[in-house]
């Protein structure tokens, strides 16, 4: 695990930077956080000096939405990021919450995620991090955390919004690279327990100790002991 503490603005420059370094490298497919985090994210790479036509996005996560309804984070991706007058502009895939059948939706995000992986992992996942913990749309003791294919449908989160899809944890720790943006001072606690190793079992705990290549990006100042 590394991990990167620096002021807000320092934080985007380095998710900015990192990022230019990976898709400078080959074709890049990126999961981006849904909630608070997505504007974090989506602020910092929409200065990154890129081909988006090489970039794939995809989501971690996305609230339920009412039929009709487009995904307002893929919405501000299309509208940040890219380049419309050269078309450089990244491939998108919003997370179908429009669906009304939530397991169909997770299905169907699925199968996109197969096909345009060709069965292989992500090659970076953003993601955000609750105070208590929690990562993307998986909360300890949840059953979700234990779903085995690529995406799951959250019906009864124990935090608004309950109804959700996000990728599962098995998928989000088979991804090359995890970013974890953990700004805010109520961020504070969660880090300084995965830094001096509590051992504890919040998903965050989970994805650090079985991910290959984790960084945290946080503005909070922790004891390295």
Known sequence: ??????????????????????????????????????????????????????????????????????????????????DPESRRMPRVFAMPTEVPDLEAAALSYDRVLDRELHGEPLDLAIVGVGEDGHVAGLFAGHPAIDELTRVAAVHDAPRAPQRRLTLSMSFLMSSTR??????????????????????????????????????????????RD
Do not use: H, Y
């Open 178 to 223: 995890i970013w974890v943006i953990a700004v805010g001072g109520r961020k504070r606690a969660i880090v300084q327990s995965i830094v001096g190793r509590s051992g504890g079992q919040t998903p965050l705990d989970i994805l650090v100790r079985n991910a290959a290549d984790i960084t945290i990006f946080t503005d909070q100042a922790v004891r």
């Open 1 to 82: 695990m590394e991990l990167v503490v620096a002021n807000l603005d320092d934080v985007r420059a380095q998710l900015c930077a990192q990022f230019e370094r990976l898709v400078a490298e080959g074709p890049l497919s990126c999961a981006l956080p849904g909630g608070p985090s997505a504007l974090i994210a989506l602020t910092a790479l929409k200065d990154a000096r890129v081909d988006w036509s090489r970039v794939s996005l995809f989501w971690v996560d996305e609230r339920a939405g009412t039929p009709g309804e487009i995904s307002a984070n893929a919405e501000m991706a299309r509208r940040l990021l890219g």
